[in-house]
């Protein structure tokens, strides 16, 4: 009887099974731990890389009938308007940094090298979990042990990250006449608190025919730059310049130089968006002295701070006259009046490098900047004390003579808040006279806009007229490309203006001469 080429018992079947069970086992776990390793390496490049979480905006107030879900549509709406404001702000910080630090820098101003770095935020709804492929590995490797691990790799591994926005609708005001905010918190990614604000309705506002959605989206622009200008001040590096390097300078010096500076661009990009969103200037103000007050020792012989500082403060004191609080509006204009004091001091004590003649000149128009905005904020608050004092040193010491467009037109301001709280006819022809040098000397469409609606400038009544008239002149010269006016034709031509301003009107108006003149 013939034998089988091939008999297995029972235990051989056993063997085998057990040879194969071990061997699917073991193929499992190296899966397991290359699952592992690829998730640790992803978990760590996802740490490292910069994250935008926007969370979905709270639902209004359940108070308000029919409301629920409103604020959740608006989600993607804020995400789309932070992620175009970030551009917009980003242009913005460029040119700050370009046109007015790192001239500071050239003039060693300021110790330390600048850049605003290109970063691009992905924005999201949730933050990414950088762990989920480590866990899956983990609970099939080991189970029991998974949750430990992963604890301990995540204290291992860095921490996430970039920045969570939150934001949140509220209500104020009895019902029938409620006004509505917006709150926003920005946080880093682990938590810590960055900057919180809640942006208002203006007061006035008349929202008949308009739903709680519709009145939200008022919010969302101002909202979105509030973040957008946070995000991009963050970008912002600083190194030691090159000639004033030194090998013991600590890391702990250098950041905290990097940070006073993030600070202060954070607080000049504020300033701007006060312009902008002239509504908000109240809260966007209050963050911008906040981070001002916090820009310390590193910067300590720097005049931007303390100009800038006076410039938020003056646009505060414009607001609260605005709102009619006027005990507010005195002391931020007093406020501002005393930043533009230690402005100018610091130029004094720390002008630079400022050794050749063009540079010395500008330096001259900067300081006398300073001071005039420093009278002008004194004659504004309407303080008699310091209205008196600053009516003297008027009169005993004018403005320079300037040929800086920016000197000119503040130089304007000075005199029209002098025409209309200490002489209107020793100072309002000067004031026509520098506004028509200012805008004539300029290079910017935009100065032109700013001197149509200039809250600064509205004692010059049918300026409007006036700057028109002079706009012609200048939109001709600049097309035909045509040379920068000599003194006495620009003398020409304001005094032109003005007289056929006085002719439109029908009314005496001031006629600048050149002994009047500065």
């Known amino acids: 009887m013939a034998q089988p080429l091939l008999a297995f018992s029972i235990d051989d079947v056993g063997a085998l099974a057990d040879t194969i069970s071990k061997a699917t086992l073991a193929a499992a776990a190296v899966v397991a731990v290359v699952v592992i390793l690829v998730g640790l390496s992803r978990a760590i490049r996802d740490r490292l890389r910069q994250q935008l979480v926007i969370s979905d905006t ?187 390097r030194v090998p013991w300078l600590s890391r702990r010096k250098t950041l905290a130089t990097r940070l006073e500076l993030q600070r202060m661009l954070a607080a000049a990009l504020t300033l701007d968006a006060m312009k902008e969103y002239a509504d908000h200037s109240l809260a966007f103000g209050a963050e911008a002295l906040d981070d001002l007050s916090q820009v310390g020792t590193a910067l300590r012989a720097y005049h931007r701070p303390a100009s800038i500082r006076g410039a938020v403060q003056e646009r505060l004191g414009f607001a609260y006259r605005v709102e009619n609080v006027e005990a507010k509006a005195r002391r931020a204009f007093l406020d501002a009046s005393e930043s533009w004091g230690e402005a100018e001091q610091r130029l004094v004590t720390n002008p630079g490098d400022n050794a050749g003649s063009a540079t010395a000149t500008e330096l001259a128009d900067e300081r006398e900047r300073q001071r005039v905005r420093r009278l002008k904020c004194a004659l504004l608050s309407g303080d008699p004390a310091a209205t008196a004092v600053a009516a003297e040193e008027l009169r005993d010491q004018p403005p320079k003579a300037a040929s800086d467009s920016s000197t000119l037109y503040a130089i304007a301001c000075l005199y029209s808040c002098a025409a209309e709280r200490v002489e209107s006819a020793a100072y309002l022809p000067l004031a026509w006279a520098n506004l028509g040098r200012a805008l004539l000397a300029t290079t910017e469409e935009l100065v032109w806009d700013q001197a149509r609606a200039d809250p600064e400038l509205a004692f010059l009544t049918d300026r409007q007229r006036f700057v028109d008239d002079l706009n012609h002149t200048w939109a001709v010269r600049r097309r035909k490309k045509a040379p920068p006016l000599l003194s006495a034709e620009t003398e020409a031509i304001v005094m032109a203006a003005v007289t056929r301003l006085a002719q439109l009107t029908r009314t005496p108006a001031p006629r600048p001469t050149e002994n009047d003149a500065v």
């Open 58 to 244: 709270a639902p209004l107030p359940a108070a308000i009938a029919g409301s629920e879900g409103e604020a959740l549509t608006l989600s993607p709406w804020l995400r789309q308007r932070v992620q175009a404001a970030l551009a917009d702000e980003a242009a913005a910080a460029r040119g700050i940094v370009d046109d007015v630090f790192q001239r500071d820098v050239r003039l060693q101003r300021l110790p330390t090298e600048i850049a605003i770095t290109d970063d691009t935020e992905a924005i999201t709804s949730a933050a990414k979990d950088t762990m989920a492929t480590v866990a899956n590995g983990l609970r099939a490797v080991a189970p029991g042990q998974a949750d430990g691990i992963l604890g301990a790799l995540s204290s291992a591994l860095p921490n996430p990250r970039g920045c969570l926005v939150q934001t949140a609708p509220l209500l104020r005001g009895e019902s029938g006449n409620q006004r509505l905010g917006l709150a926003i918190e920005l946080h880093e990614l682990d938590g810590s608190p960055i900057a919180a604000t809640t942006l208002w309705e203006p007061p006035g506002i008349d929202p008949a025919g308009q739903s709680w959605q519709e009145r939200l989206v008022t919010l969302i622009e101002p909202a979105a730059h509030w973040v957008a200008l946070r995000l991009v001040a963050r970008r912002l590096r600083a190194t030691p310049a090159r000639s004033l």
